[in-house]
């Protein structure tokens, strides 16, 4: 399946920390890992740093797939408000995700600073702007519910949000302990540090799901893998039968624009909306800006570079009636697949058919920072410790 089609922004950032060889022979190790994107890297760096031998094998090359497309605004709040969730799986477990995600943000800090400035990791704080007066009642009630829970959260009222940050909205939550990241970059130096701890590379090597059976799983070009557990890592590329009448493949489009001088607004501040979908956008390093939005339910990719274009244009034209200062024009724009559930919570943790079969996919737009909680979950499940956060996001719920 293909993920993404245009041109892609992070990919031209960094070049590969290393080329893997294709797995010719039949192998063994502890913990099959197969995606080597951002799931595929957290997880094989968790695992690694407890003593386990990891593999992990790409069918395409490491990071290139749906994170090459990722935007790398990593945030604590889900697409799901906290008090949706409270409705949809009640208080208790919706302040307990929320509680996993604001760990794992804190996490993934802590591993950055580990890792060389090059990975374009930078806390930041983000506004999430009711796009309406009636959203405007929707963001006091999330504004409730996160203080009543000591989350990091601060309420705009429009006075303050305009004079702050110049953005002439109803109204606005501002969170912090989020950051924004080169998703290429990212993959690149942690794939660095794995190597390190001893991790095996298998790229252009795809397995053959059908073959999977208790201790192994067979390459499409007829290589015997035996493990004791593995994890599919897999993002967008396929909705497994588990998942069948949980989640759905959308697409969404991205752009990268030229570079300015000076200061694009307050703080470079991460910037999205309650409006669904809804319009997101940051900074980059050298006055660039990512933003994305318009998403379609559809998996059906546009090949044709002029929809492309034409669409990241409205996703700049909107940016540009917020801040009509900004002259910028787009420098790449790419259309990518990416995949929702129906209860807005991502699939992490042991599969309800097979018990050393583990799925790691980030499903919503907080993908990063699922990954980073859903390889903490596994991580746990394989060592036998308990977790108070595996029970909300088990693929069998």
């Known amino acids: 399946m293909k993920l993404t089609t245009g041109q892609t922004y992070w990919d031209k950032t960094a070049k590969p920390t290393s080329s893997f060889p294709s797995l010719e022979k039949n192998t063994s190790t502890d913990i099959l890992i197969v995606g080597g994107g951002m799931s595929g890297t957290l997880a094989a760096f968790k695992l690694a740093s407890a003593g386990k031998k990891v593999t992990v094998i790409d069918r395409a090359e490491v990071g290139k797939g ?19 969730f409270v ?37 930041r704080d983000s506004i999430f702007y009711a796009s309406t007066p009636n959203d405007g009642d929707k963001l006091k009630r999330e504004y409730s519910y996160l203080k009543k829970h000591d989350f990091p959260v601060e309420y705009l009222d ?11 909205k109803p109204a ?22 794995n190597l390190k701890m001893g991790v095996t590379y298998f790229e252009h090597t795809a397995v053959d799901m059908d073959s999977l059976t208790e201790n192994a799983i067979m390459s499409e070009s007829g290589a015997h893998i035996s493990f004791d557990s593995i994890i599919i890592a897999t993002g967008y590329s396929k909705l497994y039968s588990e998942l069948n009448g949980k989640a759905q493949m959308n697409q969404t489009f991205a752009i990268a624009t030229t570079p300015i001088d000076g200061e694009l607004w307050k703080d470079q501040v991460m910037v999205w909306e309650t409006k669904k979908p809804y319009l997101y956008f940051r900074t980059a390093p050298g006055g660039r800006m990512i933003a994305g939005g318009l998403d379609e339910e559809s998996s059906d990719l546009y090949d044709d570079p002029s929809v492309i274009q034409r669409k990241g244009q409205e996703i700049l034209d909107e940016i540009k009636e917020m801040f009509p200062h900004i002259d910028v024009e787009i420098e790449d724009a790419w259309n990518s697949l990416f995949g929702i559930s129906k209860d807005g919570l991502p699939f992490m943790g042991r599969s309800p058919h097979q018990d050393n079969v583990y799925y790691l996919l980030g499903f919503e737009g907080n993908g990063t920072c699922y990954s980073m909680a859903g390889a903490t979950i596994i991580q746990d499940l394989l060592e036998g410790t308990p977790n108070p956060y595996a029970h909300i996001v088990r693929p069998s719920r």
Request: glycine residues 4%; negative net charge.
């Open 87 to 123: 409705d949809k799986i009640g208080e208790d477990d919706a302040v307990l995700f929320y509680r996993m995600c604001l760990e794992s943000m804190d996490e993934l800090t802590k591993i950055a600073s580990t890792l060389p400035e090059t990975t374009g990791y930078r806390l």
């Open 172 to 193: 606005a939550l501002r969170t912090w302990h989020d950051a924004e990241v080169n998703p290429y970059q990212f993959i690149q130096a942690l794939t660095a540090e």
């Open 158 to 168: 429009h006075q303050k949000l305009v004079e702050e940050y110049g953005i002439d």
């Open 66 to 84: 749906s994170s090459s497309a990722n935007t790398g605004l990593l945030q604590y709040a889900s697409d799901t408000m906290l008090s949706e």
